[in-house]
């Protein structure tokens, strides 16, 4: 990477609206049929920015957003960086009790929605846990429970729409037209790099969401090396159908793209049908996306009808990725410089990253090298002392993208990022002689089955060799005689059919017999978080419950 950005995100899409003025910004293939290019995004941008300062929102000020990929949110995204609101990002599956939360411990003053996803209503949870909005005139809410917030802007698919005691976006638009340009440029000037201007709550399976604090800085320069692992260029044209609110979206996904003067073709929600016809329609030359995304795609049974020639790179990542679903998306989507990213929103988020001119085999089977400026070692989680190549340990990143910390949370920082800066992650990993990482599990995923351990990726992988096979993931329940006994859960290809003999057979002298599944589940789908990940822990639960494993014998092997 040739240097770090030292600017803000306001300045960089000023210069990127400079540079790039008539070329392609950002484009839906949905009903919207929106195409801008970089001077009309900009103005975009400019117009959410006015409208912030006319409401009262300070500089440092947090500002929540929770929608899926409307246009509205990348807007919302630049506009609020113009005029130095910290944008914090909400994830599109959270009920009452999570948003109420997130507003409280966030301070946010002002928050973007849109009506709701499929049977959550964000209106109606707003209204439930701020009874006093529906009475208040906008811009003057004084609620009991979240005592901060004053503004709430909803985002309807007509902008005049609005709902009781919210703006609507055009209302704010409206509201900016008497700040000048001058003004905003005064505002601009104020920011600085290295301060906070995204915020984005862990989505951790214990424990309450934390916010993590990000700078310019951090983003900026993660986005820029993301982008140069791909060699992406303004004539790059990204497909998008990861959510927003996650670092693959606003930071991998919309950043970099501004970064590098490409176009943004992003997907409201994720639909696979949708996204290979918006690759076929705009030509798309990078895709991202979560293994579980890919496998979709892969799967339509009109696949073959799609024209996917321009395909050249992109990024999968979000979870491990499958290498006999990393070959096929390199052999029959045609992306044959497919990178893998590894990282976490505490960094930014990207920590390591194959590159498009590193062997397939390197990029079907790790997750990298260390990114330019980022330094990587893998330390014995028991003494915290590093381990040589080829042992096992937990990977811990220090550089450029670490975190500026949990948002009024010192202690959780304090047990993230030791005392010298090295951010652990809680990742399983192995670096080979040179250099190259291997992701083997999550920590606490690893099962224990009468003193071995079993690592879940190892079955996984193997298992994702047998040809009706198109998901599996494996989990630990617990047993009274080994401590733990290995689950697998499995999703087999359309019109395939299998036994648990079958694959018990399948796997019999192929893999030791202590990691052979005890337990066989064929499912239809995994619970999911919003960003695509796999809930492995609500596996876990649902079928402890449904084998009758008591919490006293959890307990006994804990």
Known sequence: MAGFLRCTIGDLLDDRANRFADRDALIYTDYREIRLNYRQFKEKADQVAKGLIALGVKKGENVAIWATNYPEWLYVQFGSAKMGAVLVTVNTNYRAYELEYLLRQSDATTLFLIDGVRDNSYTDTLYEICPELRESEPGRLE????????????IGRDPEVKRPGMYSWNELLRSGEGITEEALADRQRLLHCDETINMQYTSGTTGFPKGVMLSHFNIINNAKAVAESQKMTEADRLCFPVPLFHCFGCVMSSLACVVKGAAMVPLETFDPKAVLEAIHQERCTALYGVPTMFIAELAQPDFDRYDLSSLRTGIMAGSPCPIEVMRQVVNRMGASEITIAYGLTEFSPVITQTTTDDPLERRVTTVGKALPGVAVKIVNPATGEEVPPGMQGELCARGFGTMQGYYKNPEATSAA????????????????????????????????????????????????????????????????????????????????????????????????????????????????TASGKIQKYKLKELYIQELGLTEAQKVETA
């Open 417 to 528: 990022i030791d005392e010298e800066g090295w951010l652990h992650t809680g990742d399983l990993a192995v670096c080979d002689s040179e250099g190259y990482y291997k992701i083997t599990g999550r920590a606490k995923d690893m099962i224990i089955r009468g003193g071995e351990n079993i690592y879940p990726r190892e079955i996984e992988e193997f298992l994702y060799r047998h040809p009706k096979i198109r998901d599996v993931q494996i989990v630990g329940v617990p047993d009274m005689k080994y401590g733990e006994e290995v689950l697998a859960c499995i999703i087999l290809n359309d019109g395939e059919t299998m036994t648990e003999e079958e694959l018990r057979q399948f796997c019999q002298g192929k893999i030791s017999r202590y990691k052979i599944p005890r337990y066989i589940r064929f499912v239809d789908k995994y619970p999911m």
């Open 143 to 154: 609620s009991a429970r979240l005592p901060l917030l004053r503004n709430v802007i909803f």
